[in-house]
């Protein structure tokens, strides 16, 4: 966006960069980044990754906002939240002020598509509340909510003056176990907890039924699924009661919940979550507490429960790996499994779909038996705007195995008008 021309060394360079973050022990990618030998700038402006072992993720992981391609020159340059210290991307908008929460972005005359972008400029202003930004949108003092508020979806889709674009989407809403505390260090405990949870009444409460309830791991519709249906495992509250009284728990439960007191649909999980476990005889003391917080909190107090969401995924790996894996970066139980840890591994080496997905299903069984994760359910997702802006299309491909049927428009050199 400032000009500068982008090559093949500028790529080179970039990738090397995150290759020595990920050495530094600074990415959730490492173990993929451990498995590159050389990154080579070769004739005709080509990069060249040469590889210790297959690894049929890395294709998401060139594809990730991990990834960032900038020009050589900041590659050991320290970034900043000021435009003199953002690195000039290669997109429609370049940053040209930041104040007070908003980034104000100007058309970036140069950009590739010629005649594009459309607007002369972008005013990016950021709020952690929910009810003022779907308030605001309607009102029409913006014109693009990002991640709309699901519990307002069903508001905003009967509004005539407004677009809705999204739906489904991978992300998983989760309780990590604390397998380091004493109260669910045993299976059949973390087994009776998840049993108690209504995660269809859960989905409504929490995103007005806009997802699905998570029976594993995957959503219904991924192809690691392939079209095979998972049964819910549902125990009434008196029998998860009598199954505590059994093992010794006879006054029932008590357990710690840590949540994000500004994602409403945390939070809102986390209040009917506390309501189901009590009629089961498991007390829960809900901490709401705030995002900045949420891993120091998890770090130095004692906590049973952490309600987080996963990251938006395109390749399996993106998710098993930090939640599962032995040094995933999510994995704040302490879930230690060189089964798990082993098959994970090997999935990302596997270059055949149907057995990497096998693989998959299989780190998906031991879970359910295992319980080192709570799956709680996969909220939709949907940006919402004004009639005058969209709809535009809201998903790129989202699976590693989708990146191998991409093929780019190019840049449209006459048009119309």
């Known amino acids: 966006a400032d000009g500068t021309l982008l090559t093949a060394g500028d790529v080179a360079a970039s990738l090397e960069r995150c290759r020595a973050l990920s050495s530094e022990g600074a990415s959730v990618a490492t173990g993929h980044w451990g498995r590159v030998a050389g990154i080579d700038e070769i004739e005709g402006g080509t990069v060249r990754l040469s590889l210790i072992q297959p690894d049929v993720a890395i294709l998401a992981l060139l ?39 908003r980034i104000m972005l100007d058309r970036h005359p140069a950009y590739h598509q010629v005649g594009r972008p459309y607007l002369a400029g972008v005013l990016v202003t950021t709020s952690s509340e929910t009810v003022p930004r779907a308030t605001e949108l309607v009102t029409g003092a913006v014109d693009v909510v990002v991640d709309a508020p699901l519990l307002d979806i069903p508001t905003l889709r009967d509004d005539p003056n407004l677009t809705l674009v999204g739906g489904p989407a991978n992300r998983l809403c989760l309780l990590s176990v604390n397998l380091q505390a004493d109260a669910l260090r045993d299976r059949h405990l973390r087994s009776l907890v ?117 990251d938006f995924w395109r390749d399996p790996d ?76 809201a998903y790129p491909p989202v699976t590693g195995l989708a990146l191998r049927r991409v093929r780019m428009k190019p840049p449209d050199r006459n048009p119309p008008g």
């Open 194 to 310: 998840s049993g108690a949870i209504d995660r269809v009444a859960l989905l409504d409460a929490a995103v007005a039924a806009e997802g699905e309830p998570a029976l594993g791991v995957f959503p219904e519709g991924s192809w690691i699924q392939d079209g095979i249906e998972l049964d819910a495992v549902r125990r009434s509250p008196d029998d998860v009661r009598a199954e505590l009284a059994a093992d010794g728990h006879v006054s029932g439960l008590a357990l710690r919940l840590i949540a994000d007191g500004r994602d409403a649909s945390i939070a809102n999980a986390g209040i009917l979550l506390q309501e189901q476990l009590a009629h089961a005889g498991i007390a829960v003391r809900l901490d709401l507490v705030d995002a900045g917080d949420m891993m120091r909190v998890a770090r130095e107090e004692p906590w049973d429960l952490l309600a987080l969401y996963s």
């Open 63 to 101: 594809a990730s906002a991990r990834t960032p391609v900038v020009p050589q020159r900041w590659v050991d340059r320290a970034w900043g939240d000021t435009p003199e210290r953002l690195p000039p991307g290669s997109g429609p908008f370049a940053v040209s002020g930041i104040e007070d929460g």
């Open 318 to 393: 993106e998710l098993l790996r930090p939640l599962l894996h032995t040094k995933g970066d999510a994995n704040h139980g302490g879930y230690t499994s060189e089964r798990v840890s082993s098959l994970i591994d090997l999935a990302s080496t596997t270059r055949n779909p149907r057995q990497r997905a096998q693989l998959y299903r299989v780190v998906q069984q031991i879970v359910g038996a295992e319980v080192p994760i709570i799956p709680l359910f996969f909220p939709a997702y949907y940006d919402a705007m004004t009639n005058r802006i969209g709809p535009y299309d």
